[in-house]
């Protein structure tokens, strides 16, 4: 069966996500930033004011972590939520987190600006419904084994629930690569924006899962036309509770956005005069 809502036959002009401070999808470049996983109240409050200062549009942080092993660090929970919240109050900036469970996501949606469905669960189908029926915008993560065809459909589950506020983010594919943690699949943001009206994202965190990785591809992306990028950032990445190997220290941050914003201004006019 065909995918009809999210399709760029259905609908040909690009879908825009108003998030009241920041458009995605409108030409500009969003920069999500944030810790894998919120770990404390002075973490985000430190984080947020690094934020606010270097230009983020969007805070992100996990307080239910889907974890690979069971007794791995799994999220502060709501309490991650209340400190999401605080720092939201303090920068005036969204923040999106995501969600694991059906149970969840009346609490999530209670807090959040955006949920977040993440790689694992891009096939959970009741959850992308619920997701859907939140009226929440969605960023809806790639599944690390799903082709561009079971993504557009997962995000028709969204979008057949009346919810037209998807953000596709490309986030990696398992390849036999093993120097990376997945391959960063760049033609994905080009693909994306044929078959689909939605903005799409990339997280070139998980993509290469090292931080040395992270800026290159992150540029790439920008070249490739992505609306937006989304960053792992931690005020100490050897101690981070979860993906300190992929995560930025701030320095690098406040390099990185000035860099990708000039990128991004490039490549927008170049877009204009050539193919
Ligand atoms: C995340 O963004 O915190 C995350 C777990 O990402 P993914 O679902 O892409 O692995
Ligand atoms: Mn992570």
Same mark, same amino acid.
């Given at each position: 069966m065909d995918n009809i809502l999210t399709s760029r036959r259905y609908k040909n002009e690009c879908t825009v996500v108003d998030l009241k401070t920041c458009r995605i999808g409108d030409g500009s470049l969003a920069i999500i930033a944030g810790p894998c996983a919120v770990e404390s109240?002075? $973490?985000?409050?430190? @984080?947020?004011?690094?934020?606010? %200062?270097? !230009?983020?549009?969007? /805070?992100?942080?996990g307080a239910y972590k889907p974890r690979t092993s069971p007794y791995s660090f799994q999220g502060l929970g709501e309490e991650g939520l209340r400190i999401l919240a605080a720092a939201r109050e303090q920068t005036g900036l969204p923040f999106v987190t995501e969600v694991t469970d059906v149970r969840y996501i009346e609490k999530v949606a209670g807090y959040a600006d955006i949920i977040q469905i993440?790689?694992?669960?891009? $096939?959970?189908?009741? @959850?992308?419904?619920?997701?859907? %029926?939140? !009226?929440?915008?969605? /960023?809806l993560k790639r599944g690390f084994s799903s082709t561009?065809?079971?993504w557009l459909s997962a995000a028709e589950y969204i979008a057949a629930e009346g919810n037209n506020k998807i953000i596709f983010c490309e986030r990696g594919i398992r390849t036999f690569e093993g120097y990376t943690r997945n391959t960063m699949d760049i033609s994905a943001i080009p693909?994306?924006?044929?078959?689909?009206?939605?903005?799409?994202?990339?997280?070139?965190?998980?993509g290469t899962g090292r931080r040395s990785l992270v800026g290159?591809?992150?540029?790439?992306?920008?070249?490739a036309g992505s609306d937006g990028v989304m960053l792992e950032v931690h005020e100490n990445p050897p101690r981070a509770l979860s993906d300190g190997a992929q995560s930025?220290?701030?320095?690098?941050?406040?390099?990185?956005?000035?860099?990708?914003?000039?990128?991004?201004?490039?490549c927008s006019s170049l877009r204009k005069t050539a193919v």
């Amino acid at each position: 069966m065909d995918n009809i809502l999210t399709s760029r036959r259905y609908k040909n002009e690009c879908t825009v996500v108003d998030l009241k401070t920041c458009r995605i999808g409108d030409g500009s470049l969003a920069i999500i930033a944030g810790p894998c996983a919120v770990e404390s109240m002075d $973490q985000m409050i430190y @984080l947020a004011g690094l934020f606010k %200062k270097t !230009g983020v549009s969007i /805070i992100r942080g996990g307080a239910y972590k889907p974890r690979t092993s069971p007794y791995s660090f799994q999220g502060l929970g709501e309490e991650g939520l209340r400190i999401l919240a605080a720092a939201r109050e303090q920068t005036g900036l969204p923040f999106v987190t995501e969600v694991t469970d059906v149970r969840y996501i009346e609490k999530v949606a209670g807090y959040a600006d955006i949920i977040q469905i993440g790689s694992r669960n891009m $096939q959970n189908f009741s @959850l992308l419904r619920e997701a859907g %029926k939140s !009226g929440k915008p969605v /960023i809806l993560k790639r599944g690390f084994s799903s082709t561009l065809e079971e993504w557009l459909s997962a995000a028709e589950y969204i979008a057949a629930e009346g919810n037209n506020k998807i953000i596709f983010c490309e986030r990696g594919i398992r390849t036999f690569e093993g120097y990376t943690r997945n391959t960063m699949d760049i033609s994905a943001i080009p693909a994306i924006k044929e078959l689909s009206h939605f903005p799409i994202i990339a997280d070139p965190s998980h993509g290469t899962g090292r931080r040395s990785l992270v800026g290159p591809l992150a540029k790439a992306a920008v070249a490739a036309g992505s609306d937006g990028v989304m960053l792992e950032v931690h005020e100490n990445p050897p101690r981070a509770l979860s993906d300190g190997a992929q995560s930025l220290y701030p320095s690098e941050l406040e390099s990185l956005v000035p860099a990708l914003q000039v990128l991004h201004a490039a490549c927008s006019s170049l877009r204009k005069t050539a193919v």
